[in-house]
């Protein structure tokens, strides 16, 4: 006696329909743009825009968000970077040492957003923005406003060396996508993010405990901020304490546009995917089809009405019968 | 005047309507009855605009209409009182009332409120309220602002020319008797410039108020009754498709438990607030009772023994062990399992699928090393699933899609499957329908006789007498006495509203 | 955002620095009478020193600040004898910590500032006259507002004028082309100041090269990811026909070169702008063709020099020409030619500035349009 609109499909494959309908309708005005050359080039740019979003997107199923992006992606990039100097300047040299250490540091700033959030009982968007606020400090104490090089070729290999066309970061992110689809489908940890987004006294009331859930997320959504950086670094070359710069927007405009609800519990890394993927194409398939720059601006804007109108579309149609 | 005809409605996996004819003639009361997911709450969408038929015709006056939203109904007269209340708490009640249509006392920009207050006093007095129109809304009794939302609707009198159709959804579900009485009095008065569609559970309500009585059942109307026709048995038999039982709270069922087995004891325990000196004891197989009125300490002492509240002093034992630690999660440990009342706070995750809620309190046993192994949680969901006829299109249908009787039996199993012993009901029967009553009924003598504790707060006094085995009956946070109800032996309702009040 | 702990600690740093400042300034004006009794009648003796601006995080204002701590050294004090005034970014915060230290120090005060934006100067500079203390500006103030107009006070206002120097950097560019091919320019924040004069530059090269076309210039926001990433779609866009590129700065030119190293592009001609040292770098390791020394140390320096000595009757600045009282600060131009002298000369070391040749490195009067 119960059922679902279809609309309620419709609004849930929405975003991949407009990222559908944004390629056609750029191809049209400029073929150019439907060029594996280009799809590469927007994943480069895509992909460590892609971690930071996977990351805010677990952060945001549990209805809480997450602010310190920025400020985290800046501090472990420009750690990295300094790691990967000091244990010998090469991958091959020992460098390599600095990527597991790197995803230790972003899940310990995660972890410290998460406590303070919960222990203090401070709301999650002021812990993370205090939080993202330091790790800056932070970064320009390391840097002294300077930029730290990464001179690898087997590291930058990463961007230089394309298997199929693609540089390989972008498959190191479509593997760190499948972990994170991996976490949030087939994990306890992945049910209790849906769970205390859906319900925190429910969860609570089954006997989860919610704060650990919490803290949880939070240090994983600092790994993969520590996977976006090291992405940037490979990318860029370089770090400097406004590498994290523009990530806070671009992040949560795409998990929204792709149909996370900001509320929690419903959407998942797949939307983020998806979002990330609009945003960047917008970006560059403005450019392509040679828009003037002031028009990107109100796309960008207009853009980001959209997602809002749409998610709270999607909340009006989940009518329970 | 308002009619449907062969009014169909389809969600994916769901016939909701099948081909209902349905019609209301000026100042008649009508009442809807039906189990819960019947599509009675359908119909009702149907009816004031929120849903469009798939199929069928609706007329009003002989005229085609079809209402695009509830909006659109409400400007052709027809409005709808809901049972959750449409009132926004901090305002005032003239601004509730006239909510969305203030322009008409507007002048220059500016509202003018003693016109709004002089016309919402008149609304007030079609309602027979005598309230100041500028009180805030939450300073309000309950019955009151279901009148003030009744009050609201009948603004459409002013509006639209014609006749009103208004629709009363469980509208008694939350009063007191002499509350219910001053309604259905000023709904007979009203019908003189209304018609009225009234959906209860009550059946004896129905019955006493409605001119016909549309029975509905797996989506179709199955009988249409006029008043004094059939008694409440035949009309709940026709709902229900089966006999009422009898025994309704499945008496004959009731066996005597082991009283040699203790599974939790209280011993003085006092809590924050007025609740002093409590001590009880279940054992294997007890339903336990807690009488009590709202606000006399019934849910805290369920909450302590669920580890949601900290004793400030005595002891709690669970199965021989002495709590220290006060969170749900030891007590979920120790397989204490908690029915809360409000179903959609604490009870089941909307938007989680039935699997996924089922083994929320007990995925430690659905995963190894933090994976899931999902082949097995939803073979235990399809399990339960048949087992407590649960209706749904599958065990990945949405929880919050599910008719409230649906959504507690999930609750249920979601403990029992888990292997809880010791089960907390409170208000387990709230807001459900005959049938999914009984199905309640049912499984409460089957833990029974599995050897579950059940600690009991019920809906009603005979549901708490019926059901079990010993009663405690508190007041201001102490016990005042403890009954025996083996059957046959029961205490009667004034034995216990004697120790209550 | 990017600033908070560097902020707070220099917060807490100016306000001990005040603290001490102010007794300092109590002890002070009880033995000025005994020991400099003769000379306080015509001009100030021992002004108290700040330089206001916006914050030290970005290298920029770091030179800019060091500068002027260099030249406070060079007359025997130490670095805590010059107040960091820290705007942050408000203008109403520039003006009320420089009334504030008018205030303590009894308008016997050298002041270094950026109003912040152009509107807040005439105040500023109102307030530091009412005061009696002595000013010089840099980069922000309004055209119909000259030091000449308000007197001795406002000392000196110098600001640099990116045009002529993005001109020559866009000629370099397109001689190194060849003198024909496409060029696609990378700019600053839209509307910002020098992102526009540094694309006017552009334009004005283009005039004399009828051959070379301006595909397409776009902003990149100073911001090395979106350089890149804008880069990447003009490559989509424009192909093989992006035979140059002209970046507003550096942190562009950054980004341009991973767009291209991305795409396996080698040896494509490029100027920036700045000279920040891996810019310079880049430079000598010929990855770049040229970027442009703006000196922001002298200019601190020579800033704060300029108050200081107007401020104890060194000279008075009404009876200097005016192209003495507005002018352009240096501008050199670093090529691969002269990268290596350039780096020895300003980066790995800091050069010994005199400060009291205040015009030497300058590059003329303010011209308005």
Not at chain 2, 330 to 348: D, F, L, M, S, T
Request: with cysteine; charged share 20%.
């Amino acid at each position: 006696m119960t059922g679902r609109f279809t609309r309620e499909d419709a609004i849930r494959w929405a975003p991949l329909m407009v990222l559908i309908a944004l390629v056609i309708l750029f191809t049209a005005i400029n073929p150019n743009f439907f060029a594996l050359r280009n799809f590469a080039r927007i994943a480069v740019a895509a992909a460590p825009a892609l971690m930071v979003a996977v990351g805010v997107t677990f952060i945001i199923l549990m209805g809480s968000i997450d602010l310190s992006m920025e400020g985290a992606l800046s501090f472990t990039a420009v750690l990295f970077c300094y790691a990967f100097v000091k244990f010998g300047g090469t991958l091959a040299a020992g460098g390599w040492v600095a990527i597991p250490l790197i995803l230790l540091v972003g899940a310990a700033v995660g972890m410290l957003n998460g406590l303070i959030h919960v222990k203090l009982r401070i709301p999650s968007f002021m812990a993370s923005l205090a939080m993202g606020f330091v790790a800056t400090g932070a970064t320009v104490l390391l840097t002294g406003g300077g930029i730290v090089k990464i001179d690898d070729d087997v590291f930058r290999g990463l961007l230089t060396h394309r298997l199929l066309g693609f540089p390989l970061m972008v498959y190191v992110a479509g593997f760190c996508l499948l972990v994170a689809a991996f976490i949030q489908t087939r994990t306890t940890l992945g049910r209790n993010f849906y769970a205390v987004g859906g319900g925190e006294e429910l969860a609570h009331a089954s006997g989860l405990n919610v704060k650990r859930v919490r803290v949880a997320g939070f240090t994983l959504a600092g790994v993969f901020y520590a996977v976006a950086a090291i992405l940037q670094v490979a990318k860029l070359g370089q770090a400097e304490s406004v590498t994290g710069a523009n990530f806070m927007f671009i992040s949560i405009t795409s998990v929204v546009v792709g149909g996370v609800a900001l509320w929690g519990g419903v959407g998942g890394v797949w939307n983020a995917l998806v979002g990330v993927l609009i945003v960047n194409v917008i970006n560059n398939g403005m450019v392509v089809i040679g828009l003037p720059d002031y028009v990107q601006d109100g796309m960008l804007g207009l853009l980001v009405i959209i997602a809002v109108v749409l998610s709270t579309d999607r909340r009006a149609v989940t009518v329970v019968k | 005047m308002y009619q449907l005809a062969k009014v169909d409605k389809k969600f994916p996996g769901v016939h909701a309507l099948k081909a209902v004819d349905f019609q209301i003639g000026r100042g008649e009361i009508v009442g809807l009855v039906g189990e819960n997911g019947a599509g009675k709450s359908t119909l009702m969408k149907v009816l004031y605009g929120a849903y469009q038929p798939d199929g069928g015709q609706i007329t009003l006056d002989g005229r085609s209409v079809r209402f695009a939203n509830p909006r659109a109904a409400m400007e052709q007269g027809i409005g709808m009182v809901f049972q959750e209340q449409s009132l926004i708490a901090n305002l005032t009640v003239m601004e509730n009332i006239f909510l969305g249509y203030e322009q008409q006392f507007v002048r220059f920009g500016v509202i003018n409120w003693k016109a709004m207050a002089a016309a919402a006093s008149a609304q007030l007095a079609k309602v027979k309220l005598t309230i100041d129109p500028a009180t805030v809304t939450s300073a309000l009794s309950f019955a009151q602002r279901q009148l003030v939302e009744l009050a609201k609707v009948l603004t459409l009198e002013e509006r639209v020319p014609g006749n009103l159709v208004i629709l009363l959804d469980e509208p008694t579900s939350v009063l007191a008797e002499d509350e219910v009485n001053l309604l259905f009095k000023l709904v007979r008065e009203l019908t003189s410039r209304a018609s009225f569609i009234f959906v209860s559970h009550r059946m004896d309500e129905v019955m006493e108020l409605s001119d016909r009585i549309y029975v509905m059942k797996d989506g179709a109307v199955v009988d249409v009754v006029t008043r004094g026709e059939k008694s409440v048995e035949q009309i709940q038999h026709k709902m229900v498709g089966r006999n009422v039982d009898k025994e309704y709270y499945r008496e004959h069922r009731q066996q005597p438990f082991d009283a040699s087995k203790e599974v939790v004891k209280l011993e003085s325990v006092s809590l924050p607030g007025r609740i002093n000196d409590i001590s009880l004891t279940l054992h294997r197989g007890e339903v336990l009772c807690l009488v009590g009125t709202e606000g006399s300490g019934r849910e805290a002492i369920l909450r302590t023994i669920y580890g949601m509240r900290t004793p400030l002093a005595g002891k709690v034992t669970i199965k021989g062990q002495q709590i220290t630690q006060f969170t749900p999660r030891n007590a979920v440990a120790q397989g204490v399992g908690y029915v809360p009342r409000e179903r959609k706070v604490e009870g089941i995750v909307a938007g989680m699928n039935v699997y996924e809620n089922m083994t929320l309190s007990q995925m430690g046993r659905h995963s190894s090393a933090g994976v899931l192994r999902i082949a097995g949680e939803r073979a235990l969901a399809r399990d339960w699933i048949s087992k407590l006829s649960i209706k749904a299109s599958s065990e990945l249908a949405d929880c919050g899609n599910l008719s409230g009787g649906n959504q507690q039996k999930v609750v249920l199993a979601k403990w029992r499957s888990g292997g809880s012993d010791i089960m907390l009901l409170d208000h387990p029967t709230r807001g459900l329908d005959i049938g999914a009553k009984e199905d309640v009924y049912d499984m409460i003598r089957d833990m029974s006789e599995a050897g579950v504790g059940i600690v009991l707060v019920a809906d009603t006094l005979e549901e708490a007498i019926g059901l079990s085995h010993s009663i405690i009956v508190i007041k201001d946070g102490a016990i005042q006495k403890r009954f025996d109800c083996t059957p046959g032996a029961k205490p009667s309702l004034f034995d216990l509203l004697h120790y209550m009040i | 955002m990017s600033t908070f702990i560097k902020d707070f600690i220099e917060r807490e740093t100016v306000s001990r620095r005040n603290f001490l400042l102010a007794s300092a300034a109590g002890m002070g004006s009880m033995a000025l009478p005994m020991a400099f009794g003769k000379g306080a009648a015509f001009a100030a003796e021992n002004p108290a020193l700040a330089w206001s601006y916006r914050d030290r995080a970005s290298a920029y204002w770091n030179a800019v600040v060091s500068g002027g701590e260099n030249f406070v050294e060079s007359l025997g004090k130490t670095k805590a004898d010059m107040t960091s005034l820290i705007n942050e970014g408000s203008s109403e915060k520039s003006l009320a910590d420089i009334k504030a230290f008018l205030a303590k120090n009894s308008g016997n005060c050298a002041i270094a500032c950026d109003a912040n934006d152009s509107p807040n100067a005439r105040p500023v500079v109102e307030a530091v006259k009412a005061a009696g203390g002595y000013i010089s500006t840099i980069w922000n103030k309004t055209d119909d507002l000259h030091p000449w107009d308000i007197g001795d006070n406002y000392v000196s206002h110098m600001t640099w004028s990116d045009e002529k120097p993005a001109e020559d950097t866009a000629r370099l560019l397109f001689a190194a082309m060849g003198g024909k091919g496409g060029v696609v320019h990378l700019g600053g924040i839209p509307a910002n100041n020098p992102a526009v004069e540094r694309l006017n530059g552009l334009h004005n090269a283009l005039k004399d090269f009828p051959e070379i076309e301006l595909l397409d210039a776009q902003p990149a926001d100073w911001d090395t990811t979106k350089a890149a990433e804008l880069m990447a779609s003009f490559i989509t866009r424009y192909g093989d026909k992006i035979t140059g590129v002209h970046c507003a700065n550096d942190n562009i030119a950054y980004g341009v070169l991973e767009a291209l190293k991305a795409e396996g592009i080698e040896g494509m001609p490029i100027v920036a702008y700045d000279g920040n040292p891996e810019a310079v770098q880049m430079v000598m390791d010929g990855k770049l063709l040229c970027t442009v020394f703006t000196n922001p140390y002298w200019g601190g320096g020579v800033s704060l020099a300029l108050a200081y000595h107007a401020a104890i009757g060194t000279f008075k600045p009404s009876e200097e020409p005016n192209e003495h009282r507005e002018f352009y600060g240096p501008t050199v131009m670093v090529t691969k030619d002269d990268a290596a002298a350039f780096k020895a000369k300003y980066m790995d070391s800091i050069p010994v500035y005199d400060w009291n040749d205040f015009w030497g490195p300058s590059n003329g009067g303010i011209v308005y349009k």
